[in-house]
């Protein structure tokens, strides 16, 4: 039984819950400081009302039903961020230029739903290719000039925002159409979600995204091409000697990475739900939110869904928090406090595996048991055994 314990003390599965449940707590309890320093007396009915969400506002099942259909709504594209993330940090990239790749598949799918009028699965097909094309900009300074691509992609976010600012300011210009208003064409189907959730803005992208996060999980765990991918993130010249194309490997994991974000873009802005405004000085926070809904969701495409939805729900409860008694700021913050402390989980993990090392280690040099197989204390000491044979 102890054995049993011990082992799922070690899985990765496990530990990524442990390390984002503790992310949160200490998240949680953090804000209820904050708002005991405020007022202490409203501390705790803040607290919950941050956590109860559409829950507390209504007990109309119906209206339950439509506030959940509203943040899954958002969740979608905050999925295809976060996977996004995951996909190139599983390959040893940090694709901080989601935002910007984010900003280009929103413009040119409401462009190409609007000026081209073309179907919905054209627009989104659109700012599939559009975010790719920006990764590949990255990938190919990484791969052939080695540029990092934390400085590349910044830059790009910014590049991206004022072009696509640029573009729709052209579309209104020329009357084509406001960039408020989808041409119904243009607009994901719904097929039968709307009525179901009671939200007309509901579509086919939550399914969508569930399903590409299915697909990401297969690809990087289950398939050769995954797995010469990550080999490429471990070791890119042990990659090259073992007859890999580094170069390749590298341009299509931030190509697949853009791809991901600009599709999750479109998944948002090609409903109605939301619009985009031109005057807009800021890059969109749904790239940057990605990164906290990966490392939050333990860098597995099934967590990413979790933690994106969770993300978005704790954003989503901040309109209900009191304002009378707390500013509206509030909520942001204890929802940034989560978000930041979501970067700890890997170091979270670091520290669980170095205890149960050292656990392991105590046990074996104490001749109660032998270590679990796979752990850093078994291999100690099988070699320490070695060395006294010797």
């Known amino acids: 039984m102890k ?42 009915k803040g607290i919950t009302d941050l956590l109860k969400g559409y829950f ?6 119906n209206k339950i039903l439509e506030y959940f259909s509203q943040t899954l709504i958002k969740a979608a594209p905050l999925i295809m961020c976060s996977l996004s993330i ?20 929103m413009g040119l799918s409401i462009y190409a739903a609007i000026a ?3 179907p919905w699965w054209l627009c989104m097909l659109v700012a599939l290719i559009a975010g790719g094309v920006m990764g590949t900009i990255v990938g190919v300074l990484k791969a052939y000039r080695n540029v990092n691509e934390v400085i590349s992609g910044i830059m790009l976010n910014w590049i ?13 210009k020329l009357n084509i ?32 995204a569930i399903i590409i996060a299915v697909a990401v999980y297969i690809i990087l765990d289950r398939t050769k091409f995954g797995y010469e991918l990550k080999a490429t993130g471990f070791n890119k010249n042990a990659a090259k000697y073992a007859g890999m194309a580094e170069k390749r490997n590298i341009i299509i994991t931030i190509a697949i990475g853009g791809a991901l974000a600009g599709l999750g873009a479109a998944m948002l802005y090609l409903t109605n739900f939301q619009h985009w405004e031109t005057d807009t000085s800021s890059v ?33 409860g901040g309109a209900y928090v009191d304002k ?8 942001d913050l204890i929802s940034s406090i989560i978000i930041y402390l979501c970067g700890f989980v890997l170091f979270i993990k670091y520290m669980m595996n170095k205890k149960i090392a050292r656990s392991e280690e105590k046990r074996a040099a104490s001749g109660h048991e032998e270590p679990l197989p796979g752990t850093d204390a078994a291999v100690i000491v099988k070699e320490s055994a070695k060395g006294g044979d010797e």
Not at 56 to 61: E, F, H, I, L, Q
Not at 160 to 172: A, D, E, G
């Open 3 to 44: 054995n049993k314990l011990r082992s799922m003390a070690k899985s990765n599965a496990f530990q990524s819950i442990v390390a984002s449940l503790l992310c949160i707590i200490v998240g949680l309890v953090i804000g209820f400081i904050v708002l005991l320093i405020i007022k202490p007396d409203g501390a705790w």
């Open 56 to 61: 507390k506002y209504t007990s109309n099942p």
């Open 86 to 105: 995951l996909f190139c940090y599983k390959v040893g990239l940090f694709n901080i230029g989601v935002a910007g790749q984010y900003c280009v598949g």
């Open 116 to 118: 081209w009028k073309l």
């Open 160 to 172: 991206s925002l004022y072009l696509i600012n640029i573009l729709l300011k052209m579309v209104q």
């Open 177 to 208: 159409s406001e960039t408020r208003d989808i041409p119904k064409a243009g607009r994901i189907p719904a097929l039968g979600l709307d009525k179901l959730m009671g939200n007309r803005y509901a579509s086919i992208a939550i399914p969508l």
């Open 284 to 316: 969109p926070s749904m790239g940057f939110n990605g990164i906290a809904a990966a490392f939050l969701g333990g860098l597995n495409p099934i967590g990413c869904l979790l933690s994106s939805f969770f993300i978005q729900h704790i954003t989503e």
């Open 324 to 331: 009378m008694t707390y500013s509206s700021e509030i909520s």
